[in-house]
C-alpha cells in the first residue's frame, strides 16, 4: 500500500495541495539522487513506500480539512484496511463527535491564521477503545500565490511516556493525599483511576477486609456498576468466593480468565452475570502484621490474562493501597484513643460536651425529645480500699459493658470519669414517662452479683436523669439537672434512680390525692392502651399482644404503670380499671378484625385483687358479649404468686374462663416456688418464661439451660411458650434453637398505640428477618 493522494476530490484547493507537495517532492528526490555518488536514487513511488514504513502520523488534508493524502498508519489506528478509504473523510466522518470538533477547530485556526502548531499533545481514542497520546505539529500550506490550500501534519505516538508521566503524578497524588489525612475513600478512587489511565477497557476495585478478617467490604470501584458494588458489599472469604475472596482465603494473586467458566466463581456467579464482567484478577495486600487488609481487583469485559504490565502495575497498586489503609487504620486508632477512655472502650469527656450540643439543638429542630441519664457506684472506694486497683478497674469495665447491654448501642453512653457514667438518650425512651423503666433496668443491671475470680459481691449505684426541653434550656443546664436528680437519688439512701423535677406539684406525692385523681381519671377517659406485639418465630407473623396500661396524667403527664398500680392494687381501684382495660382490649381486638387485620389474641393483666373480686367472670363476659369479640382472642395472663394463694379457688375460676373460650396464660414463670404444680393442676394454654431468665442469655450458661428446660417443658405439656424481654438478635437465635414458639420484646417491637399496632399488623405477612434480620 502506498501514500496515497486525491486528485478528484476538493476541486482546485486540492490540486494546489498536490502540486505543491509535488513540487516538494520533486525537489527531495533531487536531493536523493545527487547524494552517496549516486548510489541511492528514490522515485515518488519509492518514497510513498518509505512512508508508510513510519510509525508516525503523516497526513495532508485540505482547506475543508478533508485528508487528501496519508500514510499508512493514519488508516490502520482509525480502523481502515486501505488509505484509499481515509482519502477525503474528515475526523468528524472518523472520530466521535467531541473528538473530530476538536482536530477539526485546531486545523481551521491554523489555516486562518497562517501559523503552525508544533509538538502539542492530542490525546485520541483509537477504534478498539485503545486510548493514546500523541505529539503533533500542524503546518499550513500555500500554494504559489501564498494562499493557504491546505495543512500537513506529522504526529508522534507518546503514549508510553505520557502514561508513565501519569502514573507517576498519579502516585504522588496517592501519597499526598496519604500524607494530608484525606479520607480513605477518596485515596483508594484516587488510585483506581491512576490505575485505569494506565490500561485498556480495565476497571479497577478495591475491596477491604472487615474488622473480624471473615468479610470483604466493597470499598471503591469508580467504574464499575454500583448495583454490582451493593451486591458484593458483606461477602464471605472463602476458597470459592470469587476471585477476591479467593485471593483472601489463600493469601495470594488469583487470576480468573473467564468469570462464567471458572469454578472460582461458581459461589457468586449469579451476582456478577448481569453485569457483562468477563475476567477478574485479584491482588491481596497485606498489613505489617502480615495480616490480609484487602484485594486490589481488575474486571474486564473480554476473555483474558493480564499482561506482565497490567499485573506489575496491580501489584504496585496493591502496595499502595496498604500504604494507605495502615495509615488510616492508625490515624483512627489514635482519634479513638484521644476520644475514649482505655480501660471501658466508652467514649470519654473530651467530646461529650459537642454531643450533648449537636443533640439539643437537633431537639431544637425537631422536637424529639433527648435526656441525659447520670450514674454514680454507691460507695466506690470501698471496693479500691478492699480489694485493690486492680478488682476496682476490672468492675468498672464490668460495669461499662452492662450498662452497654441495657441501651444495646441505642444510645450513647460515656465514662465522665472515676466511676461516673453519663448515657445521652434519645428517642422514645427520653420521654419523661419512660426514663424511670429505663433506669429501673439499668439499676437493675448494674446491681448484678459481680464474679471475678474467687470474690463474689455487688455494687449499687445511684442514677439521675432530666429531660431537655422539659427540664433545661440548655446542654449545660440538661448535664446540671441530671446530676441533680443523681445526688437526690444518693441522698434518699443510695440504691435509687430519680427523674429531675422541677415543675411537679407536691401534692401529687399525696397517696390521697394521687388516689382520688385516679379515680376521676377512670371516670374522665384518661387511662389509654399500648400494645406491644408478640411474634411466631416459626413463620414470622404477629400472633398476638399485651395490652399495657398508661395514664395520661392532665398535671404530671404521661404515667407509667409503676408509678399507679401498686396504689390502685391497695385502694381497690384496679377492679374498674382492669374492668376498663379489659373492655377497651377487647373493643380494639375487634376493631382490627373488622377493618380486615389477621385476627391475633389480646392478653390483659390480671392481678391478684382482680381475681378474688367475685365479678372478674361477669366482667370478662360483659366485655365480651359488649364489643363482639370471639372468646378465643382473649387471653388473661395471671402470676404463679396469685395462682398458689388459693389453689382450688383458682381451677375453679380458671375452669369457669376455659369453657368461656378464654385463653390462659402463666405470667412470669420460673419465679415463684411451684412452678410444676401449677402447670400440672391449673388449666393453662400458654406459659410466659420470665424477662430475667431471658435478659442474661447472651452470656449465662445457667439461664439458657433453665430457658431450654421450661421451652421444652411447655412443649412436652402441649402448652404455647412465650420468652418476654427478648432484646437482642443472639436471644432470638437461642430461642429459634430451642424451638420456642412465640417471643415478645423490644427487638420486635415496644409498647405502641393501637393505630401504630394497627399498621404493623397489616404488614404481618412480611416474613420476620425482614423486620428484624
Known amino acids: 500500500m502506498v501514500l496515497q493522494t486525491s486528485q478528484d476530490e476538493g476541486g482546485v484547493e486540492s490540486s494546489d495541495i498536490i502540486s505543491s507537495l509535488g513540487s516538494e517532492l520533486d525537489r527531495l528526490n533531487r536531493i536523493a539522487a545527487m547524494s552517496a555518488n549516486d548510489e541511492l536514487r528514490l522515485s515518488k513511488d519509492s518514497l510513498h513506500a518509505l512512508l508508510n514504513e513510519v510509525s508516525d502520523y503523516l497526513y495532508v488534508k485540505d482547506r475543508s480539512s478533508r485528508f487528501v493524502m496519508a500514510n499508512q498508519q493514519v488508516a490502520l489506528d482509525v480502523g481502515l484496511l486501505d488509505v484509499a478509504q481515509l482519502i477525503g473523510k474528515t475526523d468528524l466522518d472518523l472520530h466521535p463527535k467531541e473528538t473530530g470538533l476538536k482536530f477539526h477547530a485546531i486545523e481551521q485556526e491554523i489555516m486562518a491564521s497562517n501559523i503552525p502548531r508544533i509538538d502539542f499533545e492530542e490525546p485520541l481514542i483509537l477504534q478498539n477503545g485503545k486510548r493514546k497520546w500523541f505529539s503533533s505539529s500542524k503546518y499550513p500550506v500555500t500554494n504559489s500565490e501564498g494562499e493557504v490550500v491546505g495543512i500537513i501534519g506529522l504526529s508522534r505516538d507518546i503514549t508510553e511516556r505520557k502514561r508513565a508521566l501519569l502514573l507517576?503524578?498519579?502516585?504522588?497524588?496517592?501519597?499526598?493525599?496519604?500524607?494530608?489525612?484525606?479520607?480513605?475513600?477518596?485515596?483508594?478512587?484516587?488510585?483506581?483511576?491512576?490505575?485505569?489511565?494506565?490500561?485498556?477497557?480495565?476497571?479497577?476495585?478495591?475491596m477491604l477486609v472487615d474488622d473480624a478478617g471473615d468479610h470483604l467490604l466493597a470499598t471503591v470501584g469508580p467504574n464499575l456498576p454500583q448495583e454490582y458494588l451493593d451486591l458484593t458489599d458483606g461477602i464471605p472469604v472463602g476458597p470459592k468466593m470469587g476471585s477476591c475472596g479467593t485471593a483472601v482465603f489463600r493469601r495470594e494473586s488469583v487470576i480468573v480468565e473467564d468469570i462464567l467458566k471458572d469454578s472460582l466463581w461458581e459461589d457468586v456467579r449469579d451476582l456478577i452475570a448481569p453485569y457483562d464482567l468477563r475476567s477478574c484478577w485479584s491482588v491481596p495486600f497485606f498489613g505489617k502484621d502480615s495480616k490480609v487488609l484487602g484485594t486490589f481487583g481488575l474486571y474486564t469485559k473480554s476473555t483474558r490474562s493480564p499482561t506482565d504490565h497490567e499485573l506489575k502495575l496491580a501489584l504496585e497498586a496493591a502496595r499502595l493501597a496498604s500504604v494507605a489503609v495502615e495509615r488510616d487504620r492508625a490515624e483512627r486508632k489514635i482519634r479513638y484513643l484521644a476520644n475514649h477512655d482505655v480501660l471501658t472502650g466508652l467514649p470519654n469527656r473530651q467530646e461529650f460536651k459537642t454531643k450533648l450540643e449537636e443533640k439539643v439543638s437537633e431537639s431544637d429542630r425537631t422536637g424529639a425529645p433527648v435526656a441525659v441519664v447520670f450514674v454514680d457506684l454507691d460507695n466506690f472506694k470501698f471496693v479500691n480500699d478492699s480489694f485493690g486497683h486492680g478488682i476496682g478497674d476490672q468492675v468498672l469495665m464490668i460495669v461499662a459493658e452492662r450498662i452497654m447491654s441495657v441501651h444495646n448501642g441505642a444510645h450513647q453512653a460515656i465514662r465522665f470519669g472515676g466511676d461516673e457514667f453519663v448515657l445521652i438518650v434519645?428517642?422514645?425512651?427520653?420521654?419523661?414517662?419512660?426514663?424511670?423503666?429505663?433506669?429501673a433496668r439499668l439499676r437493675n443491671e448494674i446491681t448484678k452479683t459481680i464474679q471475678i475470680d474467687d470474690l463474689s459481691f455487688h455494687v449499687t449505684c445511684s442514677i439521675g436523669a432530666a429531660c431537655y426541653p422539659q427540664d433545661a434550656d440548655s446542654a449545660a443546664q440538661l448535664l446540671r439537672n441530671a446530676d441533680k436528680a443523681m445526688f437526690d437519688a444518693k441522698s434518699a439512701g443510695r440504691d435509687s434512680y430519680k427523674v429531675f423535677e422541677k415543675t411537679r406539684p407536691e401534692r401529687s406525692v399525696n397517696k390521697l390525692t394521687l388516689l382520688e385523681e385516679?379515680?376521676?381519671?377512670?371516670?374522665?377517659?384518661?387511662?389509654?392502651?399500648?400494645?406491644?406485639?408478640?411474634?411466631?418465630?416459626?413463620?414470622?407473623?404477629?400472633?398476638?399482644?399485651e395490652a399495657l396500661v398508661r395514664w395520661q396524667h392532665p398535671d404530671l403527664g404521661r404515667m407509667m404503670p409503676g408509678e399507679f398500680i401498686t396504689l390502685a392494687e391497695e385502694s381497690g381501684l384496679i377492679v374498674p380499671l382492669g374492668r376498663w382495660v379489659t373492655r377497651e382490649a377487647c373493643r380494639q381486638n375487634k376493631e382490627w378484625q373488622d377493618?380486615?387485620?389477621?385476627?391475633?389474641?389480646?392478653?390483659?393483666?390480671?392481678?391478684?385483687?382482680?381475681?378474688?373480686?367475685?365479678?372478674?367472670?361477669?366482667?370478662?363476659?360483659?366485655a365480651l358479649q359488649e364489643t363482639g369479640l370471639g372468646?378465643?382472642?382473649?387471653?388473661l395472663e395471671l402470676t404463679e404468686s396469685l395462682l398458689i394463694q388459693n389453689a382450688d379457688q383458682a381451677v375453679e375460676l380458671m375452669d369457669d374462663f376455659r369453657r368461656l373460650g378464654v385463653k390462659l396464660a402463666i405470667d412470669d414463670f420460673g419465679t415463684g416456688y411451684s412452678s410444676l404444680t401449677a402447670l400440672k393442676i391449673f388449666p393453662l394454654t400458654r406459659l410466659k418464661i420470665d424477662r430475667s431468665f431471658i435478659s442474661d442469655l447472651d452470656f449465662d450458661e445457667s439461664d439458657r439451660c433453665i430457658a431450654k428446660a421450661i421451652i421444652s417443658l411447655g412443649r412436652e405439656l402441649g402448652l404455647c411458650v412465650v420468652a418476654e424481654g427478648v432484646e437482642t438478635a443472639k436471644q432470638q437465635a437461642f430461642l429459634a434453637s430451642c424451638r420456642c414458639e412465640v417471643v415478645q420484646g423490644f427487638h420486635f417491637g415496644r409498647p405502641m398505640g393501637a393505630s401504630k399496632f394497627g399498621k404493623l399488623l397489616a404488614m404481618t405477612l412480611t416474613p420476620l428477618d425482614a423486620h428484624f434480620g
Open 631 to 635: 372468646a378465643t382472642y382473649l387471653e
Open 168 to 206: 507517576q503524578q498519579g502516585q504522588n497524588k496517592v501519597l499526598q493525599q496519604i500524607a494530608a489525612g484525606k479520607p480513605l475513600e477518596q485515596v483508594l478512587t484516587t488510585l483506581v483511576l491512576t490505575i485505569e489511565d494506565q490500561l485498556d477497557g480495565v476497571m479497577g476495585s478495591i
Open 595 to 622: 377493618s380486615g387485620l389477621l385476627p391475633i389474641t389480646v392478653g390483659v393483666n390480671v392481678s391478684a385483687r382482680q381475681f378474688r373480686d367475685g365479678g372478674l367472670i361477669s366482667d370478662v363476659r360483659e
Open 426 to 439: 434519645n428517642g422514645e425512651t427520653a420521654q419523661k414517662s419512660a426514663l424511670n423503666e429505663f433506669m
Open 518 to 545: 385516679m379515680r376521676k381519671g377512670i371516670e374522665n377517659g384518661e387511662f389509654f392502651l399500648e400494645y406491644q406485639p408478640q411474634y411466631n418465630l416459626v413463620n414470622g407473623r404477629i400472633v398476638g399482644a
